[in-house]
């Protein structure tokens, strides 16, 4: 399916691996010239030659922490006028509210929130006067069905969420929409993290523990980078003009609501 998104242009946050990578293979197969991000250079620069391997596309890499000023100048330096982007951060590790000092908080709000606020403060306008713009947030399904020890990442990304609403609703007339993705089990390294912090503090196998986590699931199985960034594809495609505003699940079913 042609998405209309060849010759455009995507930064793409956090996307050396996982869900960031996902959505950054799904673009440039798509079409879309990209810069990727990460901070680890081996891993970042070994993600852009599979990149290059796969599409006919350039790939510009930015070594930085995006939730810096200097990282977010050099995205933006290497890619001025971006028709995409797509907000992605790592977020603070499990950690029981108690253990939190304001430092810490300080912290993961800075990277949740405020980090992505920040960069489409950035792009926004341009977006507005070219009447292009599609920006997708990654979050979690963690916003909607609290995970006990990751209580300020869901906080933050809440945060972001209702900020974004009223923002998403005032460009939508400039063909500009802002979207938020909410991962569920996802196959990534964050999740076999929280596997193996629930196996210490229960005294269970990593893999019983696992397997206790997707008999949640109907889906009954973790969701893949790849399909995850084919959805995030879409929200950037010429066909998702009239969607703005929206927080979707991508979560196999796990979240148990109807509406």
Do not use: H, W
């Amino acid at each position: 399916m042609d998405l209309g998104l060849s010759g455009r242009k995507a930064i793409i946050c956090a996307s050396s691996r996982g869900l960031g990578k996902g959505c950054a293979v799904a673009l440039a197969e798509a079409g879309c010239d990209i810069v990727i991000n990460g901070r680890d250079e081996q891993t970042l620069a070994a993600t852009a030659r599979q990149l290059r391997d796969k599409a006919a596309v350039r790939v510009d890499v930015v070594a930085a922490d995006v939730s810096t000023a200097e990282g977010q100048r050099a995205l933006l330096a290497a890619c001025p006028d971006p028709d995409i982007l797509i907000n992605n951060n790592g977020g603070p590790p499990f950690r029981d509210f108690r253990a939190l000092d304001r430092e810490a908080i300080l912290e993961g709000v800075t990277q949740n929130m405020v980090t992505p606020i920040e960069l489409i403060q950035g792009v926004i306008d341009g977006m507005c006067e070219r009447r292009f713009g599609r920006i997708v947030n990654i979050t979690s399904s963690s916003v909607y069905m609290p995970i006990p020890g990751l209580d300020l990442s869901s906080g933050a990304r809440a945060g972001l969420t209702s900020f974004l609403a009223g923002v998403a609703r005032s460009v939508a007339n400039k063909n500009v929409t802002i979207n938020t993705l909410l991962p569920g089990k996802m196959d990534t390294d964050r999740l076999t993290a929280s596997f193996k912090n629930t196996s210490a503090q229960s005294g269970k196998s990593v893999e019983d523990v696992k397997a206790a986590a997707l008999k949640q699931v109907p889906a009954a199985r973790m969701g893949t980078p790849e399909e995850f960034g084919n959805t995030c594809a879409f929200l950037c495609s010429t066909f998702a003009g009239y969607i703005t505003g929206q927080n979707i699940l991508v979560d196999g079913g796990l979240y148990p609501s109807a509406f």
